[in-house]
């Protein structure tokens, strides 16, 4: 019933750029708080950024912080990650989720994920 699907993944050299996508689809009025995550082989899956329905509130984590930015366009229902300055420990599988607008658990829903490489 709720769909989320990433893209923009790839292989990158550090320094660069790329910008994630996630489009949402099926009950698209409700009024979702979007987030981030990302997973690399043998580590825990980690926090990359979260943005609000409204956009009013976004939080990173200092490992990212300065260099990735999170935003939204609900009139695409698509969240977007906008990545500067890659690393090589930026590399990971990164994965998009949903949950309720104003909640205060766990995402709802998470996409399949798309894999980022950024090579040194």
């Known amino acids: 019933q709720v769909q989320l699907v990433e893209s923009g993944g790839g292989l990158v050299q550090a320094g660069g750029s790329l910008r994630l996508s996630c489009a949402v689809s099926g009950r698209t009025f409700i009024r979702y708080d979007m987030g981030w995550f990302r997973q690399a082989p043998g580590r825990e899956r980690e926090f990359v950024a979260d943005?609000?329905?409204?956009?009013?509130?976004?939080d990173y984590p200092d490992s990212v912080k300065g260099r990735f930015t999170i935003s939204r366009d609900n009139a695409k229902n698509t969240v977007y990650l906008q990545m500067n300055s890659l690393k090589p420990e930026d590399t990971a599988i990164y994965y998009c989720a949903a949950k309720y607008g104003g909640s205060v658990g766990s995402y709802d829903y998470w996409g399949q994920g798309t894999q980022v490489t950024v090579s040194s």
């Open positions: 943005i609000s329905w409204s956009g009013s509130v976004i």
